[in-house]
């Protein structure tokens, strides 16, 4: 593994492929989040071995599960906020939206 987590971003993304069995994470727009993200677990001179460990899985398992989801809207249009308006709305007015595909 690469030293930083900045310089593991690829291999992340890979890890996550690889657990996932899927490589769709929809669009690119989440990459400044964590690019900040993984910024800032290389500034944190408090972080142990331990706690990049912890981290990096996390990472992973954020990604992988971002995949998963991706495949399950591919699977199931019908849970897609566009197909529903009712559905629509209470997801464009939801404080948890993150739309990857604008």
Known sequence: MQSTFAAMEDELHSMAVNAARLSDFGGWDYLP??????????????????GRQFALGNIVGTLTARAAHRERLAR?????????????RHYRDSPHRHDRSA
Do not use: V
């Not at 989040?33 to 331990?50: I, M, Q, V, Y």
């Open 76 to 88: 199931a249009p019908r849970l897609s906020s566009d197909s529903d308006p009712a559905t629509a």
């Open 33 to 50: 989040g964590l690019r900040a993200l993984l910024a800032a677990f290389d500034s944190d001179p408090k972080l142990t071995e331990f």
